[in-house]
């Protein structure tokens, strides 16, 4: 076993995630760098750069990993943008992708045209973790439209030759080497090949190609060959050679055979670079120890910093309410297992009977249909019940038992096929347990992430990426244990508010939140809405008024675009597959009328006024506490002013970067620095986010430490504050009951010995609160001899 990984030579102050694109790329990405330089910004966080699939903005569809995508500048943008980096003393990290590859244009990705062209003999057949046995020596493509198959077995319609490729509708994929000289009878040509094009709805049952998920158009790679890492990270490796980037964040390291091991490869690829996983925590779970990483890419702590700022008294009344608009709502618990329970039996069943035939292999028996159901019915239930995302045997191994203990309680007619199927799975060196470890994973969340989050909308701020929406809120004195342990275990992981795959931008999570607060004007307000707008299902309704309230003002067609994306991922009553257009006309309805209808306009902007205000102090307190918290902080690309995206690809529109220059070069704003209802332009925001920034970059010695600072007086539940080691911060939670409470009166807190001066308003700063917080909702303290 490796020794475990020593501190990284360099470690960002913070971050700040761009998205690379061809519409945005590496050059336009270096004309940045003077502003974030002077926001305070540390190193620039670069999303995917290797050659992606022609037209990707996002770039997690590599399909040359041996260059940087000219599309997005090429290793010679890349280098002009490292140089200028580092010439102000910025660092470069970026995200790469071991676990797969794009293939939706197979001319486009070298690899697997030559695997689809020789098949077994392909030098780059052990690329890919291909199951040929179970596609009689052929990788199985799911393609083809219903009407073009109308029997599996018979010939795919359209189907002809041009250009010397089998063409599919605008799809081209190669032929065999002398498979087509003695015909041109496209359906002769194609059963020659070793692939075979097949059904789309044969993807759920048999495909026999690792995906990224549920994505037939990524195929994993087997990065545990130690040829194909090689191959895989060669300009990866160059990077670091050159010294043109300082660190990596790896992108689903959970998909991986051997994460561990990967990143004991990639740490000495990188000689021990600061690299962080972005992989998701359960409460209470821990990173495995011998992991070579600073750490996790921050949803943990993002949960914990939402949470705080979440009153309990809300938790009886939003969950009352969204039981009865929905008609009932099963516990959390159930609803994860349900939905997981679902995606196995469905559009991962592949994976499952996957495992299943490493099974029988490993017992040597021939898999009937006898032998074959009851072994793939408790793998199904074994991965429903499965606590976390995956295991990494031999850590994790009481998840497995916990799951089986599950199995046999509300299972018990599949107790033998368990006997058979769980000292596989317990055994770290046998096929089915790697394989189990790396599909529990993709099962966690597609139902969790991708559908059930969609039916459970009692606080939607909750229900986020890494964090479990039944846990309604967290206190002060269980936030200030949660940054100790993180001060204490990764002191050096990075800490999230926003992300290109969080639900929605941290500014609308800021502004739900309220509504814990306002529980009971909230359901009389839904109620009113409701009503006076189009009939349509009232609990998917609840879900979708909280995202407009959060995002509001938001433009019609991006909230059509998240009603339509939310819809069918919940798959309660229309899916992507199988659209219900009448239920969907209805919801779109019901949006329209948001804008269009004057009552339900009305009421729209009545609670985001009421909402607006305390919205705001929540979400800069979130801001500065994810700035100043243990942990290297990120700043998701134009999130220093207000981000109030939903999901992807709402998240990853373009950005104003014009107005941010503007605004960051006109004098910090005089009092009131409080935001002024919903249309403000942030600068408020920009300003703690500025001050908080260039602290952490320019005194990195004062946050070397984490100590609560304690509060007393009337209002002391309403502050959060902790000592960093010689920077305070100071923020407002719960801002409506404070309000109600009369303000913050004799609140007072434990300041240790010294003068302390406020960098965000240039005062002298007192142990009394309110005259601390009477510009601004929350305060970063320094003390003056420092």
Aim: with cysteine.
């Amino acid at each position: 076993m490796k020794p475990a990984a020593v501190v990284p030579a360099r470690v960002p102050t913070s971050t700040y995630r761009i998205q690379v694109r061809e519409s945005f790329d590496l050059d336009a990405t270096r004309s940045l760098l003077d502003y974030l330089d002077d926001l305070g910004v540390g190193w620039v966080y670069l999303s995917p750069l290797l050659e992606a699939h022609p037209g990707s903005d996002h770039g997690y569809d590599v399909v040359d990993p041996t260059r940087v995508d000219p599309a997005r500048g090429g290793a010679e943008a890349l280098a002009r943008l490292s140089a200028e980096a580092h010439r102000r003393g910025m660092g470069v990290v970026v995200d790469v992708v071991p676990n797969h590859v794009g293939v939706e244009s197979p001319a486009t990705n070298g690899w697997w045209w030559d695997l689809l062209t020789h098949g077994r003999t392909s030098r780059y057949a052990r690329f890919f973790d291909v199951d040929w046995a179970a596609g009689e020596d052929r990788v199985l493509l799911p393609v083809v439209g219903d009407d073009d198959l109308p029997d599996p077995d018979g010939p795919v319609g359209n189907l002809h030759l041009v250009d010397g490729m089998l063409g599919y509708h605008d799809h081209r994929f190669p032929v065999t080497p002398g498979s087509a000289d003695d015909t041109d009878d496209p359906q002769v040509v194609h059963g020659r090949q070793h692939y075979r094009l097949v059904s789309w709805r044969a993807a759920d049952t048999q495909q026999n190609y690792r995906r990224f998920f549920a994505v037939n158009t990524l195929a994993g790679l087997r990065v545990e060959d130690r040829d194909v890492l090689e191959a895989s990270h060669v300009e990866v490796a160059r990077w670091f050679r050159e010294r043109l980037v300082d660190g990596l964040r790896v992108d689903h390291p959970d998909g991986l055979r051997h994460p561990a091991a990967y990143l004991d490869d990639l740490a000495d690829l990188t000689d021990g670079a600061w690299v962080v996983v972005e992989k998701i925590l359960e409460p209470g779970e821990e990173l495995p120890p011998r992991w070579r990483t600073a750490g996790t890419t921050g949803y943990d702590a993002l949960a914990v910093i939402d949470r705080v700022l979440v009153d309990p008294a809300g938790e009886q009344r939003l969950t009352a309410l969204d039981d009865e608009l929905r008609g009932g709502v099963a516990a959390w618990a159930e609803l994860v297992r349900e939905n997981k329970r679902h995606v196995a039996s469905t559009i991962l069943n592949a994976e499952v009977r996957r495992i299943a035939r490493e099974v029988a292999a490993e017992l040597e028996v021939v898999p009937d249909e006898e032998w074959r159901g009851p072994v793939e019915a408790v793998l199904v239930e074994l991965l429903a019940a499965f606590p976390v995302y995956r295991s990494y045997l031999p850590d994790g191994l009481d998840h497995l038992h916990h799951a089986a203990a599950q199995v046999r309680a509300v299972r018990p007619d599949l107790a033998q096929a368990l006997y058979t199927v769980l000292p596989l799975l317990e055994d770290r060196f046998r096929a089915p347990a790697l394989r189990f470890q790396q599909t529990s994973g993709m099962v966690m969340a597609k139902g969790v992430e991708d559908r059930a989050f969609y039916r459970w909308s009692r606080l939607t701020s909750l229900t986020e990426v890494g964090a479990e929406p039944d846990q309604f809120c967290v206190d002060v004195d269980g936030f200030h244990a949660a940054m100790a342990r993180r001060q204490a275990a990764t002191p050096l992981a990075m800490t999230t508010l926003s992300t290109h795959d969080t639900k929605r931008g941290e500014d609308v999570r800021a502004r739900i939140s309220v509504l814990a607060e306002d529980a009971d004007w909230w359901a009389d307000h839904v109620a009113r809405l409701l009503d006076a707008g189009p009939d349509t299902e009232r609990g998917f309704a609840h879900l979708l008024l909280q995202a407009a309230v959060g995002a509001w003002p938001i433009e019609r067609d991006r909230l059509h675009a998240y009603a339509e994306k939310a819809m069918r991922e919940a798959g309660e009553h229309t899916t992507w597959t199988e659209p219900d257009a009448s239920y969907e006309d209805g919801v779109h309805a019901f949006v329209d009328a948001l804008y269009d209808d004057g009552p339900v306009t009305a009421l729209i902007e009545e609670a985001v006024d009421r909402l607006a205000g305390p919205g705001f102090t929540n979400a800069l307190s979130a801001k500065l506490v994810s700035i100043t918290a243990p942990g290297v902080p990120d700043v998701y690309q134009g999130s220093e002013l207000w981000e109030q995206s939903l999901v992807d690809p709402d998240n990853r529109r373009p950005v104003d970067f014009d107005l941010r220059r503007r605004l960051l070069s006109e004098p910090a704003p005089a009092a009131p620095l409080r935001p002024e209802g919903p249309l403000d332009d942030g600068r408020a925001k920009l300003h703690v986010v500025r001050a908080a920034l260039r602290l952490r970059r320019d005194r990195p010695d004062l946050f070397t430490r984490y100590e609560a600072v304690t509060a007393s007086g009337a209002a002391a539940a309403h502050v959060l504050a902790f000592d960093r080691g010689g920077a305070i911060t100071v923020a407002t939670r719960l801002p409506l009951g404070l309000g109600r409470a009369g303000g913050w009166g004799d609140t007072r807190l434990a300041l240790p010995p010294g003068t302390w001066r406020d960098v965000l308003t240039g005062r002298l700063a007192s142990a009394e609160v309110g005259p601390v917080l009477d510009q601004l909702p929350v305060a970063l303290l320094v003390r003056e001899d420092a």
